[in-house]
């Protein structure tokens, strides 16, 4: 694999980098700025929401900016608003601005949490597409982690401990943005707007030059005579089948549980009788098991495919939320069975649905509404995010720990039985092959 392509993924996935850290790092700062702005638990749960509703604007916003103005630079615009959201929320002294900073490093999450995988998608060739791809999982994980020790270190700073916490994303927001005057402009996007030259430029440092032509005329061939696409273009019937597997699939990551148990370890930690340092060790443990993982996914997601990982994570989720329903039900959850199986399911998810559900959503659309569809698959992906996070601990106070989590493995069999039935293998084709096989 060529040098010139891993600089490139690795600058876009700095992307899921400061997704991941700005969605994790506010649960250090919950305890410092309810007490400073005054905030009911009501009004702490809605500050801290604020960034997943900037998100839903922020996808949508990418989904038409990236094909507009190419997804490099609307990149380097949210590298831009991480980087005002991490300046201004830790310097806020009013709630008004500290949401309004928080919003806006949602929208800047919801921008990469699309383009980062997309442009990655786009530039990698193909038999190393779902590993490279998968970076930005990797990325994603990085940052939740790099928050949490963060957020840990910093935690005895005096009284403007959390203005710390949230200030330290200025730092990879800078290296965002001017690492990205280091890559190149996508080549299919290129080629959309007409700049045929450049494209092959990019090919050919990409893919080589042999095969660089090749696909310049097959990218060329996908796009012919096609007028600037619409969202309502999504629901042609061709595309249509290919929308509901990038909601399904994208849905299917949030409900089978992921950020229920992420957010519950806490927790259950603390049952399990932690002493004063069970944060660090919580995060080594989740934040270990959930990279190493991810570094696994990336070994095999090109040699198995999209579909046997899935098909495997789902099936070893639903047991490890079996197991934990079982742990409740009978009463057994101070044992350490339960860290087993909490670390278990994040192990699983980490190996399959986490990395792939990226992947396949970055490669499902045609070229020509790649932007729109993700945008869509992704927007479904945050709503259901902010839906489990509001309904989960509902679910545990009314339902009981123990029906809760089989719910969440019943979910999980419905997302293996879906997969198995609905869901075709992308692995080593071209974008433009897939193009054919699916959308022609
Ligand atoms: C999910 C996030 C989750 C993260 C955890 C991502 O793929 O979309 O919701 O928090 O993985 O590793």
Redesign the pocket.
Known sequence: MKSYVILISVVAALGGLLF?FD??VISGTLNFIQPYFGLSEAGLGWTVSSLLFGCIVGVLFAGKAGDRYGRKKVLMLAALLFFVSAVGSASAHLLIFFVIARILGGLAVGVA?ILSPMYIAELAPAKYRGTLVSLN?LA??IG?LVAFFSNYLLVDTGENNWRWMLLVMAAPAVLLFFSLFLVPESPRWLVARGKTREALHVLTKTSGKEFAHTELKEIGQTLQHQEESTFRDLMAPKIRPLLFIGIILAVF??ITG??TI?YYAPKIFANVGQSNDSALLQTILIGGT?LFF?LVAMVFIDRFGRKLLITIGSTGMMLMLAGLSVLFFTNQTSGVLVLVFILGY?AF??AS???A??VVAAELFPNRLRSKGMSVAIIS?WIA?IIVTIVFPIMLEKLSGGITFLIFALICLANLLYVIRYVSETKGKTLEELENEFAK
């Open positions: 991941g969605t994790a949490s999982q994603i994980v939740i990551q949030q992921i950020n992420m959930n991810t994040i998810f980490a649905l986490g990395p559900l990226w992906l995010c």
